[in-house]
């Protein structure tokens, strides 16, 4: 879970990339980076950090031009703790090319092993994102045969990159005194969208349209599945579909909690997909306890409060605040390592003892993955004198490692994994849990947009949509991620604050 963003504009566009990243802070805390183009120039500034940290006043003189892309990143593979797999990514050959990547290669391995071997590319870190860049880059040498770029030349190479690559990739790429090139992959895993602004006859494409919205751009539509666009310096725009069979299969993760409840996604209101989740989480608590049990809902802040709020109305109890949030302290979900999270519970939440003495409150988290926030929230509720806590989910049980880039690659590490609810149970603490069903949560996502065929939920399911995932690349997937949360470890960092509203 990375967010990009990329921009041609008839102005300079570092504040409005700098603006664009605050907006999708939430998506990764890790690393900032910036890059833009006056000319055929390429200006660029990454480092560690959250977006405000990264780029000072003259970091942001030192950005000029009227195109660029931007990435904040939050690693799933690889090392954190180092600046070089800060995105974007920079190749001087062909043309120039800088690139910033949502989502996760699966095939990375075999790919590093092809341009090491057979197409002669060198690869610095352990980035699938670098790796990306030079399948890229090298498609691109071989359509373009070094003569001037020609729009035909980027598409045909987007179509090499889609049979050769597999995962999940949402892609914005600079190229140097060209433009702007943004494609997805062929199953529309990540999200991608653009907009326009009238005004300036400007084009930004992001990854989710809050970050449009926000800086005054009018959401357009989003990129289809295995569709490439290429934007030239005019503020010219042309589209082809570059896959041969895409289909849409979004991953639900994103409604149950990655994205900002202000966006739209493939044409579904984050918030209205969250509060269809409320919905149908009620029948499963009508379905498991008489409402009359429950004195109070309480939310986990804060993505879960759609939620909560539905589920309450359906319940016919009262819904309360219960907990108030520090907003300076960064979302447990993507802080790397168990000690750092558990630490960091307390340092985010506390407790409103006068919603919780003598109450039999139910809380209402939108998911459970590993279950520590879940435990020492309930603990929490117990301190704060509720005489009894319910738990309830608006996701189901999360059983299964994720490879398409969210921060849950290894079984071990899943509280569901292996054991039943009433196991889960006792290991959060809770008086009862509920969770949500898988089925029911499609079907509120889908309430929104009925001809989405098919989610992308591995890690509720185990099925992976792209037919490559198997035991040893998991188990790979969870070595790398592991690297990365003991390096992250050993970082002393300040407290930030979360962007997430």
Not at 155 to 178: D, P, Q, T
Not at 205 to 216: K, R
């Amino acid at each position: 879970m990375c967010g990009v963003v990329g921009i041609v504009s008839k102005q300079p566009v570092n504040q409005l990339i700098y603006d664009a990243l605050l907006l999708l802070q939430h998506r990764g805390q890790d690393a900032a980076g910036i890059i833009t183009g006056q000319g055929g120039k390429l200006y660029m500034q990454k480092a560690r950090g959250m977006v405000r940290d990264v780029f000072r006043t003259r970091n942001m003189r030192a950005l000029p031009g009227c195109y660029g892309l931007g990435q904040v990143r939050y690693p799933t593979a690889g090392s954190a703790d180092s600046e070089e797999e800060a995105q974007p990514f920079y190749v001087n050959a062909p043309f120039g090319l800088a690139l910033a990547h949502n989502g996760n290669l699966t095939n990375a391995d075999v790919l590093r092993e092809e341009l090491k071997n057979n197409d002669h590319r060198h690869i610095n870190t352990g980035s699938d994102s670098e790796v990306l860049l030079n399948v890229l880059a090298h498609e691109l040498d071989l359509a373009s045969h070094g003569l001037p770029l020609k729009p035909g030349d980027l598409f045909k190479a987007v179509r090499a990159v889609h049979r050769r690559v597999r995962g999940s990739y949402a892609v914005v790429v600079l190229i140097a005194g060209h433009g702007l090139l943004a494609f997805r992959d062929p199953y529309g895993i990540r999200p991608l969208c653009f907009g326009t602004q009238d005004e300036q006859g400007d084009i930004m494409v992001a990854s989710e349209s809050v970050a449009l919205e926000g800086n005054g751009y009018k959401l357009e539509r989003d990129i289809a599945p295995g569709e490439a666009i290429f934007v030239d310096l005019e503020g010219r725009m042309l589209s082809e579909q570059c896959a041969e069979n895409p289909t849409l299969n979004p991953c639900i993760f994103e409604f149950v909690y990655l994205a900002r409840p202000d966006s739209v996604l493939d044409g579904i209101s984050v918030y209205q997909a969250r509060l269809n989740m409320g919905e149908t989480l009620a029948q499963r608590v009508i379905s498991t306890m008489p409402p009359t049990e429950i004195d109070v809902v309480i939310p986990v802040p804060e993505s879960s409060r759609p939620s909560a709020m539905q589920l309450a109305w359906k319940l016919g109890r009262p819904y309360r605040e219960g907990f108030v949030k520090n907003r300076y302290v960064g979302r447990t979900f993507i802080m790397p390592g168990q000690a750092v999270r558990k630490k960091s519970v307390r340092q985010k939440l506390n407790a409103i003892s006068q919603e919780f003495a003598g109450r039999n409150v139910l809380l209402v988290d939108d998911s459970i993955v590993r279950g520590t926030t879940s435990r020492e929230i309930v603990q929490m509720a117990r301190e704060a004198g509720a005489r009894k806590v319910y738990l309830a989910s608006a996701a189901p049980p999360v059983r299964y490692p994720n490879v398409y880039g969210i921060d849950m690659p290894t079984s071990g590490e899943l509280v569901a994994h292996g054991r039943d609810v009433e196991e889960i149970r006792q290991i959060i603490g809770a008086d009862a849990l509920i969770y949500q069903d898988l089925e029911a949560m499609k079907r509120a996502v889908r309430r929104e947009r009925p001809d989405i065929g098919a989610f992308e939920a591995s890690c509720f399911d185990g099925c992976y949509i792209t037919g490559d995932v198997d035991a040893a690349l998991k188990s790979g997937l969870g070595a790398a991620r592991d690297d990365v949360a003991s390096s992250c470890l050993n970082l002393q960092s300040p407290v930030q604050e979360e962007t997430q509203p």
